[in-house]
């Protein structure tokens, strides 16, 4: 397992490549970042191609099937066409904060990717802070979103993007305190660390650190049952309504590569990130993305759409005692039984989930105070 | 004690919904495969036919929408109408039926196509010319039983889907 | 300090992806939460109620089937009953059960938009809409064998209908029960203890019974805030008296109850569909009249139970060929007056899914 990245460990030293590697650092940035965007992108198209085929066989009816053998070029003819499209700025909007809006919102999604593990070792940067760094770097897209709310003037944007910005900052909590449990078991919070510790995939000894997490990162992308940001029965489009062109094409790229982000997230903290035993690396961590992919399209077709005062309810009175309890119980077998994961760990850790969820459960009161049910 | 609202909700919803992945898409793909339509189909254009008109006008009085005009002049010797113009303007036709119910000499019929769109407003209104019937332009089953039977079954979806219960 | 706020005014406009037709909303709101709303209607407007004098009593039969436009035939039904009573036309025994039959399909087929819609407001990104709509697919094409179209049908006439039903309407309408109770089953499976839905639909929007009779509430609403009260037993007209079926009631009043009420009046209406179809003798399907009715002069009204409610005709005739006055208790619109005291409090997600559940078309607010 090489190190293949300068950072400061910590113990001081400036760590050096292995000795075989051409050309040195700014050769290995040079190339991890044509990889990272050639891969953002194709995966963002592989990642649209599949919600729409996907959910169209789920809704009984076949997805998009003319533009290409099976359809596979329709992603790409969505983007052409979109290209060609007449940039429409309304004018009473404020022009700096309209055009700055989707360059905000997605700079710090393409930056997310610099940490994530395809293989042993292959990253852009080996830090030994990652999960970290990605925590702190999601929560700016927030702010991209908040200034194409108001920089369209319009009724409907303003009230997509406040909503955006109270969901994402409650959600925040239970999020970083799920990913706070896995870094208690894995003992260190650099990402490649996280997945050679998975002997045993941590969504099987982390069971309910890993629902809330999945709960938690629906709800920071705005996606289904949560995407009342830009709910299209309510207020046409929310925060993107006003925007049309390469900049609607930004925001449209933001949604899948957040989603596709978190999906990569999800894979290196809980499934293991790219161990498997046959075949390549990078080949089971695109398995994996893929198979969480899916299970989000497949939320995405079945749940309507909750409401804003719910979705902050559900934040703080459902997510965040259930992820402080998880750390709790997370703490207090990593004491007792000697920090070494053993596979009792797992049954118990279920059990105490399916508990803790019944049991919260039972503290949600249908009918709003107006109705006894 | 009852499991409401403990989450079985949501993963019944989710295992009917994976359950469709399975199943046939109910999609046909036009243009490739078209279905037939009803033998009764109230098509858009009207076919008309010239032996068995007498011009009473019986159609162009019972349209709601006025849009049949019938000019004749009269033929001393057999002592008949001839129909000279039988225009119908089929923009403002809302293919009602009541038209061909009303004929008494069953001259009037529905066309069987609906394939008929026009790039200009002008060429919706038919003349007697262009009504007439055609192996190309067939005559539909609504209200003359006997051209009906002749006519292919339609696809009905209650057939080609068979679900178990 | 606190912090100084004032409501204000969002347009949901005639065109809006929620509103079922052109319809617009001024909602003033505070924040989320609805303060006052104002209802403006009128873009459909076409002045049916006039062209009615300038049509014949047979010529109006098609502007009927364009009034609420989902549920043509039950449009048809009211409005040729009222031309029945006005003038005394006896309607032979098959066609008064092919009547039924096609109502009941028809409120089947109307019941289907109103709850996939409302998953649509909902939010459930148009799979259950899509699922109801394939049963609807199979409805209409048994509607286009009997009449040629899809939507407006122009199918009944008074004393019975245009033409009777070719020989392969009876085997598809069997095999289509078989197929249907199971297809109510798999929506009930998929949805109905959907804890999102629950969440959402419960307790929202809710229309006290004393509210709803003070408002001239009919129709699925009115049974939902637990009075029983159905017009095809509290009045019963055609041969309705001869079947067996029960009025399902709601207990609140809330969204989720007239969803529920309306998923269950779809198993009664399978139910009476059965019965009939048992029962049809043959016959004649038209009783024999010249093509220009002409009733003697006087008024006649009549009221059926339509998928939405009460649909009322009103007929004043002058002994000639086109009525005198025509006019049209419109459903859709009477329920709509209850939207306000409904939705003031609640959020505007709220607004748009009580909306949705009084299950209104334009095409009868305007006439």
């Known amino acids: ?373 | 004690m009852k499991f409401e609202r403990y989450g079985i909700g949501i993963v019944k919803g989710l295992m009917v919904t994976i359950r469709h992945l399975l199943r046939h898409p109910t999609v046909s793909q036009y243009p490739e495969q078209r279905l037939n339509t009803s033998r009764r189909i109230r098509g858009n254009e009207l076919i008309w036919n010239r032996e068995d008109c007498t011009g009473c006008g019986t159609c162009a009085k019972t349209c709601p929408q006025g849009v049949i005009r019938i000019v004749t002049s009269t033929n001393r010797e057999t002592n008949k109408y001839v129909v000279e113009e039988y225009e119908i303007d089929t923009g403002y036709c809302i293919q009602c039926g009541l038209c061909v119910e009303s004929c008494p000499y069953e001259a009037l019929f529905f066309s069987y196509n609906y394939e008929c769109a026009k790039y200009r407003r002008g060429e919706l209104v038919q003349t007697k010319e262009m009504m007439m019937e055609t192996p190309e332009r067939q005559v539909s089953g609504y209200f003359a039983p006997e051209r009906a039977e002749k006519l292919p079954r339609q696809t009905l979806l209650v057939e080609r889907i068979t679900e178990k219960k | 300090m606190t912090l100084k706020t004032e409501p204000f005014m969002l347009n949901m406009g005639p065109v809006h992806p929620s509103t079922h037709g052109v319809y617009r909303m001024r909602a003033t709101l505070d924040g989320e939460v609805v303060v006052d709303i104002e209802p403006v209607f009128g873009y459909l407007h076409r002045g049916i109620e006039k062209l009615a004098e300038e049509r014949t009593f047979t010529g109006f039969i098609p502007l009927t089937d364009r009034l609420d436009y989902i549920s043509s035939m039950s449009n048809n039904m009211a409005y040729c009953m009222a031309v029945e009573k006005l003038a005394g036309i006896e309607v032979p025994e098959r066609a008064e059960y092919l009547r039924v039959i096609l109502a009941e399909m028809q409120r089947l087929a109307n019941h289907l938009i109103a709850v996939g819609s409302f998953f649509n407001d909902c939010g459930a990104y148009f799979t259950p809409f899509l699922y109801m709509f394939r049963e609807r697919e199979k409805i209409l094409d048994l509607f286009e064998m009997l009449s040629g179209q899809r939507l407006t049908y122009n199918y009944m006439r008074f004393g019975g209908f245009s033409q009777d039903v070719p020989a392969e309407f009876m085997p598809a309408l069997r095999k289509f029960m078989g197929q249907m109770p199971g297809m109510v089953d798999e929506f009930d499976r998929f949805l109905k203890q959907n804890e999102v839905l629950l969440a959402r639909a419960r307790g929202v929007g809710i229309l006290t019974a004393e509210q709803a009779i003070n408002c001239g509430i009919s129709g699925p609403v009115l049974r939902a805030s637990g009075i029983e009260w159905d017009l095809r037993k509290a009045d019963p007209y055609s041969i309705y008296d001869r079947f067996e079926f029960d009025i399902p009631t709601g207990e609140f009043g809330d969204c989720y109850d007239r969803y529920r009420v309306r998923v269950e009046e779809m198993r009664q209406s399978l139910r009476i569909i059965e019965q009939a179809m048992d029962q049809m003798p043959s016959g004649p399907v038209r009783s024999d009249l010249p093509h220009l009715v002409r009733p003697p002069a006087g008024e006649a009204y009549t009221h059926i139970e339509s998928p939405k409610g009460e649909l009322g005709f009103y007929l004043v005739s002058d002994d000639s060929i086109a009525p005198y006055r025509c006019h049209i208790r419109p459903t859709s619109l009477i329920n709509l007056s209850a939207l306000r005291d409904m939705v003031i409090g609640w959020k505007v997600a709220d607004l748009i899914l009580t909306f949705g559940s009084i299950d209104i078309c334009l095409g009868e607010v305007d006439r």
Not at chain 1, 70 to 93: C, H, N, S, Y
Not at chain 1, 304 to 324: C, E, G, S, T
Request: glycine residues 8%; hydrophobic residues 60%; charged residues 10%.
């Open chain 1, 1 to 373: 397992m090489a190190t293949i990245g300068i950072g400061i460990n910590n113990l001081g030293y400036q760590q050096t490549l292995p000795p075989d590697w051409p050309g040195g650092f700014w050769w290995h940035w040079l190339l991890f970042m044509v990889i990272i965007i050639v891969c953002v992108l194709i995966l963002v198209m592989a990642a649209i191609y599949i919600e729409r085929r996907g959910m169209g066989r789920m809704q009984s009816r076949l997805g998009p099937n003319r533009a290409g053998p099976f359809g596979l070029f329709q992603p790409v003819a969505d983007a052409m066409k979109v290209l060609l499209k007449e940039d429409i700025v309304p004018t009473r909007a404020d022009k700096l904060v309209h055009w700055l809006a989707p360059v905000v919102a997605f700079a710090p999604v393409l930056m997310i990717f610099a940490v994530i593990p395809f293989g042993d070792g292959w990253q852009l940067a080996n830090l030994n802070i990652g999960i970290l760094y990605v925590v702190a770097v999601s929560s700016v897209a927030t702010v991209g979103v908040f200034m194409a709310g108001w920089g369209s003037s319009n009724k409907y944007s303003l009230l997509g993007a406040m909503r955006n910005v109270a969901a994402v900052v409650s959600y925040e909590i239970p999020l970083v305190l799920a990913v706070v449990g896995v870094v208690m078991v894995a003992g260190s919070l650099s990402m490649n660390q996280i997945v050679l510790a998975q002997d045993i995939p941590f969504f099987l000894i982390q069971p309910l650190g890993f629902l809330l997490f999945f709960v938690a990162g629906c709800a920071e992308i705005n996606r289904s049952p949560f995407d009342l940001m830009e709910a299209d029965s309510e207020i046409v489009a929310g925060f993107h309504t006003e925007y049309s062109g390469m900049k609607f094409a930004m925001f449209y790229l933001v949604e899948y590569a957040e989603a596709i982000a978190i999906s990569a997230i999800i894979t290196t903290l809980f499934l293991g990130g790219w161990r498997g035993p046959l075949l390549p690396p990078w080949l089971w961590f695109l398995i994996k993305l893929i198979i969480v992919f899916f299970v989000m399209v497949w939320t995405r077709t079945t749940m309507p759409r909750v409401r804003i005062d719910q979705l902050m309810a559900l934040a703080w009175k459902f997510l965040l005692p259930l992820a402080v309890i998880n750390l709790l119980i997370t703490a207090v077998e990593l004491l007792f039984w000697s920090d070494t994961i053993t596979w009792l760990m797992v049954p118990v850790n279920i059990v105490i989930m399916i508990v803790l969820v019944v049991l919260w459960s039972k503290f949600f009161k249908l009918g709003w105070g107006k109705v006894e049910v």
